[in-house]
C-alpha cells in the first residue's frame, strides 16, 4: 500500500507536466488544426532557457521560468506568423511538413549553442518532505500545485475573459468567429504564445528531476499527442483528464509492470481507448 500511495503521487507529478504540454498542443490544434509536432522542441527550449538563466546571469529559479515563458511564447508567435500563417491556404501537407522542419531546426539550433550533453538544473525546492512513509520532494509538490494553478488560470481567462471567449468561438468555427468580428490573427498569435508559455513551464518544472538535452521534447510531444487523440482532438478537458490518466498508468505500470516497458504504455493505452470509444473520451461539443 505504501508503495503503492508513492507511485499515485508519482503519477500526479508525471500527470501534471504531461496535461500542461497537451494543453498547448490541443489549443493550437483547436483553432488551427495544426499537429504542431514543433511543439517539442518549445518544451525543450523552455529548459534551456531557464537553465541559461540561472547559471550564465545568476537569477533565481523562479526569474528563469518566468522569463522562459515569455521568450518561447513569443518564439511561438514568431513561428505562427512566420511559418503557419503564410500557409493557411496551402495543402494541408504543407503546414505538418513545416512543424517537422521547424522541430528539425530548433534542436539543431540548440545542440550548436549549449551542445549535446546531458546537462542538469538545480532547484531552491530541493527538500525532502516525509508524510507518515510517504517520501516526496518539495520539488514535486510545487510540480503539482503549480499546473493545478495554471489550468485554473486558463480556464479562468478562457471563461471570464473576451479573448478567452474568442479563443472558443474560433475553435467552434473559425470563418463563423471572423464574420462575427473576432480578429482571428490577433487570437491565433494570442493562442500560440499561450501554448509556448505552457511548454516552457512544463519543461522548467520537470527539469530539476529529470535532465536537460536537445532531444528531451521527443517523447514528451509524442505521448502529449497520444493524449489530446485520447481526450479527443480539440478538447481542453479532454486534454486535463488524458494528461494524468497516462500519469497514473505510467506510474502503476512502472512499478507493478515493467519500468523498462512503461514508455509503451502510452500507446497501448491509445489503441484501448480508440478500440472502444474512436472519438476520445471527450467528442467535439464536449470541448467547452
Given at each position: 500500500m505504501e508503495t503503492f500511495i508513492q507511485q499515485l503521487f508519482n503519477g500526479l507529478t508525471v500527470g501534471s507536466i504531461y496535461s500542461l504540454v497537451a494543453l498547448g498542443l490541443t489549443l493550437?490544434?483547436?483553432i488551427l488544426h495544426i499537429p504542431n509536432f514543433a511543439h517539442g522542441a518549445l518544451y525543450m527550449l523552455g529548459a534551456y532557457i531557464t537553465l541559461t538563466?540561472?547559471?550564465?546571469?545568476?537569477?533565481?529559479?523562479v526569474i528563469g521560468i518566468i522569463v522562459a515563458i515569455f521568450v518561447v511564447g513569443l518564439l511561438s508567435v514568431l513561428m505562427?506568423?512566420?511559418?503557419?500563417?503564410?500557409?493557411?491556404?496551402?495543402?494541408?501537407?504543407?503546414?505538418?511538413?513545416?512543424?517537422?522542419?521547424?522541430?528539425?531546426?530548433?534542436?539543431?539550433?540548440?545542440?550548436?549553442?549549449?551542445?549535446?550533453?546531458?546537462?542538469?538544473?538545480s532547484t531552491p525546492f530541493n527538500q525532502i518532505i516525509?508524510?507518515?512513509?510517504?517520501?516526496?520532494?518539495?520539488?514535486?509538490?510545487?510540480?503539482?500545485?503549480?499546473a493545478v494553478a495554471v489550468m485554473?488560470?486558463?480556464?479562468?481567462?478562457?471563461?471570464?475573459?473576451?479573448?478567452g471567449a474568442s479563443i472558443l468561438a474560433m475553435a467552434q468555427n473559425r470563418d463563423g468567429a471572423a464574420l462575427v468580428?473576432?480578429?482571428?490573427?490577433?487570437?491565433?498569435?494570442?493562442?500560440?504564445?499561450?501554448?509556448?508559455?505552457?511548454?516552457?513551464?512544463?519543461?522548467?518544472?520537470?527539469?530539476?528531476?529529470?535532465?536537460?538535452?536537445?532531444?528531451?521534447?521527443?517523447?514528451?510531444?509524442?505521448?502529449?499527442?497520444?493524449?489530446?487523440?485520447?481526450?479527443?482532438?480539440?478538447?481542453?478537458?479532454g486534454a486535463i483528464l488524458?494528461?494524468?490518466?497516462?500519469?497514473?498508468?505510467?506510474?502503476?505500470?512502472?512499478?507493478?509492470?515493467?519500468?523498462?516497458y512503461k514508455?509503451?504504455?502510452?500507446?497501448?493505452?491509445?489503441?484501448i481507448i480508440l478500440t472502444f470509444k474512436p472519438q476520445g473520451i471527450f467528442t467535439r461539443g464536449e470541448t467547452r
Amino acid at each position: 500500500m505504501e508503495t503503492f500511495i508513492q507511485q499515485l503521487f508519482n503519477g500526479l507529478t508525471v500527470g501534471s507536466i504531461y496535461s500542461l504540454v497537451a494543453l498547448g498542443l490541443t489549443l493550437v490544434y483547436g483553432i488551427l488544426h495544426i499537429p504542431n509536432f514543433a511543439h517539442g522542441a518549445l518544451y525543450m527550449l523552455g529548459a534551456y532557457i531557464t537553465l541559461t538563466m540561472m547559471t550564465s546571469f545568476s537569477v533565481h529559479y523562479v526569474i528563469g521560468i518566468i522569463v522562459a515563458i515569455f521568450v518561447v511564447g513569443l518564439l511561438s508567435v514568431l513561428m505562427e506568423r512566420l511559418v503557419f500563417y503564410p500557409l493557411r491556404d496551402a495543402p494541408p501537407i504543407q503546414d505538418k511538413v513545416a512543424a517537422i522542419g521547424i522541430l528539425l531546426f530548433l534542436e539543431a539550433l540548440a545542440q550548436l549553442i549549449w551542445g549535446p550533453h546531458y546537462l542538469q538544473m538545480s532547484t531552491p525546492f530541493n527538500q525532502i518532505i516525509e508524510i507518515g512513509s510517504l517520501t516526496i520532494t518539495l520539488q514535486r509538490i510545487i510540480i503539482v500545485i503549480t499546473a493545478v494553478a495554471v489550468m485554473i488560470i486558463l480556464w479562468l481567462f478562457l471563461k471570464k475573459t473576451y479573448m478567452g471567449a474568442s479563443i472558443l468561438a474560433m475553435a467552434q468555427n473559425r470563418d463563423g468567429a471572423a464574420l462575427v468580428g473576432i480578429n482571428t490573427n490577433k487570437v491565433a498569435m494570442v493562442t500560440f504564445f499561450i501554448a509556448g508559455g505552457l511548454a516552457a513551464i512544463g519543461a522548467s518544472l520537470t527539469s530539476p528531476i529529470n535532465l536537460v538535452f536537445p532531444g528531451m521534447g521527443h517523447l514528451v510531444i509524442l505521448k502529449a499527442f497520444v493524449i489530446i487523440i485520447l481526450g479527443g482532438m480539440g478538447s481542453i478537458p479532454g486534454a486535463i483528464l488524458g494528461g494524468y490518466i497516462l500519469g497514473f498508468t505510467e506510474a502503476i505500470g512502472a512499478t507493478y509492470i515493467s519500468n523498462d516497458y512503461k514508455d509503451i504504455i502510452a500507446f497501448v493505452l491509445l489503441i484501448i481507448i480508440l478500440t472502444f470509444k474512436p472519438q476520445g473520451i471527450f467528442t467535439r461539443g464536449e470541448t467547452r
